[in-house]
């Protein structure tokens, strides 16, 4: 049986990456599959970098509100925080005992993120693809929708798990698969196209938000950084123009077309009209969600009540398995 689990960290400003390349595919998914659809705001996972303890409870309330404006159901889907099922972190110390370091160090966004000042990175933010693998397996997921650049984490979770069947002699856990459905849609930097488009660049122009309103929209794509030369007509002519490329993929992402259709209607065109059009699909796919976010957060009554309801469901998935893992462990329970 399918079982589905993604998790989104509330770290504010959820951008168009996150939109194209994570939430259209839970909504899809969701709207798809006859399974268990598992969404998770990871709010542990939130604090590995900076902690503004004031702003997470407010992220957090922002991010499901926002997975429920893109059109998560959540009295179809299972939507919830991770800090209020206890179950992830009790399963996280368990596989960070199966974890070798060396797995760890492998770990590319790890590397990306610490850059040079690796001694001085938190140990979470180290330890974090336990966390992660520990989400997923908490609830013996098999998919899980995430974009491009978790790839890496999905494959580590992978080897936990199996290293788990193959010490306990069982085949307890499924080895979960990254279900990327839209492999080229990796949104980049409005500023730098060899960046990734991230909620935590710290220039606001780098990326588009969300909630971001119609002007600043518009902003954001005429200042969006471009080369001088025409658009070409074949994908091969995209190599090495980072900024073309990023911005035909965004607007084939939007617009629900192939990167190769998306060329063929530009190609030989300026990039006055790529973002002439690519503002005005801009609007219409992102502004009614930036719309019905801000609803939602006018009462967060709402939103609260629905992560307390998604979270007595979670617990009620994954308490079982880990108190199976316990007991195969052998840790004792009076
Ligand atoms: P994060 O913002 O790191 O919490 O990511 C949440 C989800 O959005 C993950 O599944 C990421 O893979 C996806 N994502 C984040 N940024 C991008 C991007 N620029 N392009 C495509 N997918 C992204
Ligand atoms: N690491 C993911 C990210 O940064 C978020 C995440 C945490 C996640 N736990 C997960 C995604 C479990 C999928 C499944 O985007």
């Not at 990871?42 to 303890?53: E, L, P, S």
């Not at 590319?108 to 180290?126: C, T, Y």
């Not at 973002?275 to 992102?286: R, S, Y």
Request: with cysteine; hydrophobic share 40%; proline share 3%.
């Amino acid at each position: 049986m399918k079982r589905i689990f993604s998790g989104i960290q509330p770290t504010g400003n959820i951008t168009l990456g996150n939109y194209l390349g994570a939430i259209q595919n839970c909504v899809k998914l969701q709207n798809e599959a006859s399974c268990d659809c598992i969404f998770c705001v990871v709010d542990q996972h939130a604090i590995t970098v900076r902690r503004n303890t004031g702003a997470l409870k407010r992220s957090t309330q922002e991010t499901a509100a926002c997975l429920i404006s893109a059109g998560i159901d959540p009295k179809n889907s299972i939507l919830f925080n991770q800090s209020q099922v206890e179950e992830h972190i009790k399963l996280a110390w368990v596989l960070g005992c199966l974890t070798r370091v060396g797995w760890l160090n492998r770990m590319i966004q790890f590397k990306d993120k610490v850059g040079k000042s690796k001694d001085n990175a938190s140990a979470g933010l180290w330890c974090y693809p336990i966390l992660m693998a520990a989400d997923i397996l908490a609830y013996k997921a098999t998919h899980v929708p995430v974009g491009d650049d978790q790839k890496q984490h999905i494959e580590l979770a992978r080897d936990i798990a199996h290293s788990y069947n193959f010490e306990f002699g069982t085949e307890f856990f499924p080895l979960p698969k990254a279900e990327i459905l839209s492999k080229s849609f990796r949104i980049m930097s409005l500023c730098d196209g060899r960046k990734k488009m991230s909620k935590s660049d710290s220039s606001d122009m780098s990326r588009i938000n969300i909630t971001d309103n119609v002007d600043t929209i518009a902003y954001k794509i005429k200042k969006a950084k471009t080369d001088s030369y025409s658009l070409p007509s074949e994908a091969s002519g995209l190599t090495g123009r980072a900024e073309a490329q990023n911005l035909i993929t965004i607007y084939a992402a939007l617009s629900n077309k192939s990167l190769d259709a998306a060329i063929l209607e530009y190609g030989g065109c300026g990039f006055g009209r790529l973002k002439q059009d690519l503002t005005e699909l801009a609007i219409e796919v992102i502004r009614p969600i930036g719309l019905e976010i801000s609803r939602l957060m006018s009462n967060t009554d709402y939103i609260d009540n629905v992560l307390e309801k998604g979270s007595v469901r979670a617990r009620a998935l994954s308490k079982p398995i880990v108190r199976e893992v316990y007991d195969t462990i052998g840790f004792l329970s009076t």
